[in-house]
């Protein structure tokens, strides 16, 4: 008996080698770009696709426009994952992206944020008082985010009141930095980068009616150079299918399901 037992723990062990041995052998990288507002998602998609897989997604953070610029020029990324729907648009006019691997994966929603508490309640009250030193706003230019926020404000009539008091970020990101510190007291930011759990985490914020300005789509694509790698594939799924996408909802962005 003890020999039976003794070879079915060496058994068992020889199993969990080789299961580990054939997981390492599978296991593939990828390197992708990433819009700077979706930094937050994801990581956390990311550090769940890699438990899962055991693959290693390595991912670049910055405004689309930067990313879409470095993609042009030659810069190792296998997909992108942007801000809107006019750079992958434009890359598959290009030629740049894989046939059929475009789909909007979030729908961005803007954020009119101020760190200090209480202070945002009426938003377009707030803008209208203009009661803040410095306005921060994402490079319409670089970010869709900013380009946004200027809609909002043209909607609202504020735009050539409040532009002396722009305080521009290179990209979202920058933007939340910008308010987060201080030196603008309130700014433009994407509704994810302050929700954990369903609410505004931090600071005070209104939610800019969706009315205000065109839809945030962000649409994700597979570049040529990722086309033979199935981790991209495998990825895209991950973030295409029920897991991913739930992450997606609880950082306050909308997708297909919600849409």
């Given at each position: ?181 201080g030196n603008a007291r309130i700014g433009f930011v994407a509704l994810a980068q302050v929700m954990r759990d369903g609410v505004i985490a931090e600071g005070s914020g ?54």
């Open positions: 008996m003890k020999s039976i037992a003794m070879k079915s723990v060496v058994y068992l062990a020889v199993v969990s080698v080789l299961a580990a041995t054939i997981t390492v052998a599978a296991a593939g990288e990828a390197q992708i770009a990433v819009a700077a507002n979706f930094s937050a998602p994801m990581k956390q998609i990311i550090s769940a696709f890699e438990q899962q897989t055991g693959h290693l997604v390595r991912a670049s953070y910055g405004s689309t426009g930067k990313l879409y610029a470095q993609i042009k020029n030659g810069a190792p990324f296998e997909a992108l994952l942007a801000a809107d729907r006019k750079r992958p648009m434009r890359l598959e006019q290009e030629g740049l992206v894989v046939p059929g691997t475009r789909f909007t994966y979030a729908i961005g929603t803007l954020l009119l944020w101020s760190a200090e508490p209480g202070l945002v309640e009426d938003g377009p009250a707030l803008l209208k008082s203009g009661d803040f030193n410095r306005f921060a706003i994402a490079n319409p230019k670089l970010a869709p985010y900013g380009e946004a926020s200027i809609e909002t404000l043209e909607a609202l009539g504020l735009k050539e009141t409040l532009q002396p008091k722009f305080v521009m970020g290179e990209n979202i990101a920058q933007t939340y930095q910008f308010v987060d510190t209104w939610i800019v009616p969706s009315e205000l300005h065109l839809p945030i789509r962000q649409d994700a694509v597979i570049l040529t150079s990722g086309a033979d790698n199935p981790v991209i594939t495998e990825l895209f799924a991950y973030l295409a299918g029920d897991e991913g996408q739930t992450i997606i909802r609880d950082f306050g962005y909308q997708t297909r399901a919600s849409d």
